[in-house]
């Protein structure tokens, strides 16, 4: 993809592209989905964006109106809500307990949902558990979500290649074609290809909401990047045998970490089936004392904790809607990862349960 990108700066590809992405890069995004979950999206379906985060934001502003409700599971990725609340919505967040995976289950989807639901989102596999949903577990949310014609659903699927289970993970729209022009799945070339900075998301689903969306867009920004684009396109279009092999690099990563951490005294963790996170327990450890006999409170002051007596940097689960958690993103090298887990585990052992 830097070829492509440096091929585009030097042919001249440097100019507006349309709004809603160069053909090229619709393209590539057609054939991806259709070869990925058998998905046949029309041209007018795709709006690409400055990362999906952009993407996602657009999909609200283009639909919210003051007090609509969207359903966000918890744990979440912390953009969500605030994301909400910046366009006027209403976060209804639903706890989804480790007990449960870390996943919405059909009673507590239809518990959540009212008259003013305008969004469920779903985030498979997610950030900051690693949960994924299974094709029957999919197909359980849809039934309830069948029920609900004025509720739509926002997918957030940019780990979507990022699985450690036998098959790949499905997506809602493949799963219940019913849903289909409910469904906005959104996703992007960020964590596949390590193209974080590059800024390229995209989102696919009903041509009236691509269309407000190309809109917004249109006023925010013209286009993304065409030099972004053109990379974008190739990594999307181009050999994909690598995936798989970071992937397996990542496997390695995450059950060492896993390991590593499930021989820490107090702390546990469910192995994730997705993406490059850990969700950790650390509950044993509120109310217990600081060696300078401050009382660890939260989980806030677990991973201050860790930055202060061992330099390690960790989010709080807090942040992410899960209380009593940290978030290890294994995302990084064996060996960093190795050294940080030992740190972790030594400054655990500092902590006593009495002020000393
Ligand atoms: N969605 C989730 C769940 C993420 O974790 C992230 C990035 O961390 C994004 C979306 C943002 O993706 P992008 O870089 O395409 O904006």
Known sequence: MKAAAIRAIETGETKYTPVNGTPALRTAII?????????????????????????IF????????????????????????????????????VDCPESDGFRLTPDRLCAALTDRTRWVVLNTPGNPTGSAYTTGELRALAEVLLDHPHVSVLTDEIYDEIWYDDCAHPSLAAVEPRLADRVFLTNGVSKTYAMTGWRIGY????????????????????????????????????????????????????DTTVKLIGETPGLSCTTPSGAFYLLVNCQPYIGRFTPAGTRIENDEDFTGHLLEDQQVAVIHGSAYGAPGYFRISFATSTEILTEACARITAACATLSERPS
């Open 203 to 254: 989102g696919v689903g009903p041509a009236d909401l691509v269309a407000a969306i190309n809109t917004l867009q249109s006023q925010l920004s013209s286009c993304p990047s065409s030099v972004s684009q053109a990379a974008a396109a190739a990594a999307l279009a181009g050999p994909q045998d690598f995936v798989r092999e970071t992937v397996e690099v990542y496997r390695a990563r995450r």
């Open 31 to 55: 054939d991806r989905l259709r070869r990925r979950h058998g998905l046949a999206y029309t041209d007018a379906q795709i709006t690409v964006g400055g990362g999906a985060k952009q993407v």
């Open 58 to 93: 657009l999909a609200l502003t283009a639909t919210l109106d003051e007090g609509d409700e969207v359903v966000i599971p918890a744990p979440y990725w912390v953009s969500y809500p605030d994301m909400v609340r910046a366009n006027d919505g209403t976060p209804v967040i």
